[in-house]
């Protein structure tokens, strides 16, 4: 762990620059499943064929008629989940989206009628037609407050934010969260690995400053960020030059087998000008596969552009005896399909899976968690007939 003097070495720059490839792509950091869009898309899939477009047209026009800000209809619940369930890629249905919305969450301020949580869903709708600006102008519109106060709503957005390359958008959605004082953990996980990704992704002097301030931050409050943050922050550290805090921060993780935070610590040594110590850990894969928690066998692998990485720093040592161990090893690794073509920003930005939870009083998944609703009694629920009612 570190001391307050974190921020300082941060801002020390001790070796040149031996950046880990940073692909800008197209890739989310949550699975589908991770984030309920399959449950949504299920939903929206099942709104769509089972009303015809006459119907679904007639009832666009009705709830364009009660979503008008002079109207003395109200917008019900019924009402929004069939919209946001229906809505296309076009300027008209994004729209009336918005309208309802917003009249939904005026006439609600002061009494809820219905119980569903809409914040979430929202933004898989968003998510699902790809819509990052939109998503965001609404997160911040003061007619929508506390209408996205819901952790997995935060997650969600910025996991849209983060597959379009929205990277600074993420550390202000962050910031905004923290000035609304939302009664929720402070360092919440699942977000707080989004900021450090985004961090990671932005590469500058700043994004790497402000990424040390919330590590020494969390560290003072007590709190453990999920291994992927630790990575995440690790191989940010490395591209600024900063291998002497990779090699801090990765020792936070208790199993040192993972194959990023392998793949971090060899770099980081090889920038500190130690191959001599990364030897060690490149010959240490060479035995037998072993078992994870009881799992299959994985095999220990390296990213290959690590491998491009220590054979770089080998030949700045010119020394005879080094360069024929690391030929050793590094033919030995080839032999055994050891060193893999997948790079190490692509292991650091895939996928998270979701995890079934045995636990049946929780039994949704953390972002999941929004089609149920947390509240220990039901409302009655006034409900104007919808479009099930038009057949």
Not at 53 to 75: C, G, T, V, Y
Not at 141 to 146: C, F, L, R, V, W
Not at 156 to 179: A, P, R, W
Request: proline share 4%.
């Amino acid at each position: 762990m570190f001391s307050k003097s974190l921020i300082n070495l941060c801002r020390q720059r001790l070796y040149p620059t031996k950046v880990l490839q940073n692909v800008l792509c197209k890739r989310s950091l949550y699975e589908r499943a991770a984030i309920g869009l399959d449950k949504y898309e299920f939903f929206r899939e099942k709104i769509q064929n089972q009303f015809s477009e006459p119907d679904k047209q007639l009832f666009r026009e009705r709830m364009n008629s009660f979503a008008d800000p002079e109207s003395n209809s109200l917008i019900f619940t019924e009402d929004l989940k069939q919209i946001v369930h229906m809505a296309g890629d076009n300027e008209t249905d994004l729209t009336l989206v918005e309208k309802m919305m917003k009249k939904y969450n005026k006439q609600n301020q002061g009494l809820r009628f219905g119980n569903f949580t809409f914040g979430p869903v929202v933004m898989r709708m968003y998510y699902h037609l790809n819509k990052p600006d939109i998503a965001l102008k609404l997160f911040n519109d003061p007619e929508m407050d506390g209408f996205f106060n819901h952790l997995s709503s935060y997650q969600i957005l910025m996991d849209l934010l983060f597959i379009n390359g929205k990277f600074d958008e993420i550390l202000t959605v962050y910031k905004s969260i923290q000035e609304r004082q939302l009664q929720i953990a402070k360092f919440p996980k699942g977000v707080m690995m989004l900021v450090f990704a985004a961090c990671y992704k932005l590469n500058t002097t700043e994004s790497f400053e402000y990424a040390c301030k919330l590590w020494s931050d969390q560290q003072e409050a007590g709190h453990s960020p999920i291994r992927k943050t630790i990575t995440f922050f690790a191989a940010n550290a490395i591209n600024q030059n900063s291998p002497h805090i990779a090699l801090e921060v990765i020792t936070s993780v208790r199993n040192q087998s993972y194959v990023t935070l392998r793949n971090i610590k060899v770099v980081a040594l090889c920038d500190l000008g130690r191959i001599f110590d990364a030897l060690p850990l490149l010959r240490s894969v060479l035995s037998i596969d072993q078992p994870m928690s009881g799992g299959p066998v994985i095999k220990q692998t390296y990213c290959r552009d690590v491998i491009n990485l220590v054979k770089s720093a080998a030949e700045k040592h010119n020394d005879k005896e080094l360069s024929l161990e690391l030929d050793r090893i590094l033919n030995q690794l080839e032999e055994l399909n050891m060193i893999s073509e997948t790079t190490l920003d692509s292991l650091l930005c895939s996928e998270i899976k979701m995890v079934e939870r045995s636990d049946t009083n929780n039994r949704e998944s953390v972002i999941g968690a929004s089609y149920q609703s947390g509240r220990p009694f039901k409302k009655r629920e006034f409900r104007r007939p919808g479009i099930t009612d038009l057949l």
